[in-house]
């Protein structure tokens, strides 16, 4: 069972950067798609990016799209979700999460972090 601990997360004013990690334990990490899904107040999860376990592969929500870049190194077990000109509306609790299916859709992913809180102010 993979375990995974996100961290970077953090306040910064819109148009700042921030790059969140995570960090995982488990020898199918490596096998593993993971992605990175957000969830605000109020609001439901949803899909942030995706890389495939090879790293080859990569998908983005329309809204982030030009301003994160999802990574992964597979020889330190660790995820990368690098967030750039952030805006406002970013403002979210950011979960990294892997999965044996390449998918979009967080019911497909067994293994969760805690979250870490990104706030990005005007």
């Known amino acids: 069972q993979v375990q995974l601990v996100e961290s970077g997360g953090g306040s910064v004013q819109a148009g700042g950067s921030l790059r969140l990690s995570c960090a995982a334990s488990?020898?199918?990490?490596?096998?593993?798609?993971m992605a990175w899904f957000r969830q605000a107040p109020g609001k439901e999860r949803e899909f942030v990016a995706l890389?495939?376990?090879?790293?080859?592969?990569?998908n983005y929500a329309d809204s982030v799209k030009g301003r994160f870049t999802i990574s992964r190194d597979n020889t330190k077990y660790t995820g990368s979700l690098q967030m750039d000109s952030l805006k406002p509306e970013d403002t979210a609790v950011y979960y990294c999460?892997?999965?044996?299916?390449?998918?979009?859709?967080?019911?497909?992913?067994?293994?969760w972090g805690q979250g870490t809180q990104v706030t990005v102010s005007s």
């Open positions: 999460a892997a999965g044996s299916s390449y998918s979009t859709r967080s019911q497909q992913y067994k293994a």
């Open positions: 890389i495939s376990w090879s790293g080859a592969a990569t």
């Open positions: 488990g020898q199918t990490f490596i096998h593993s798609a």
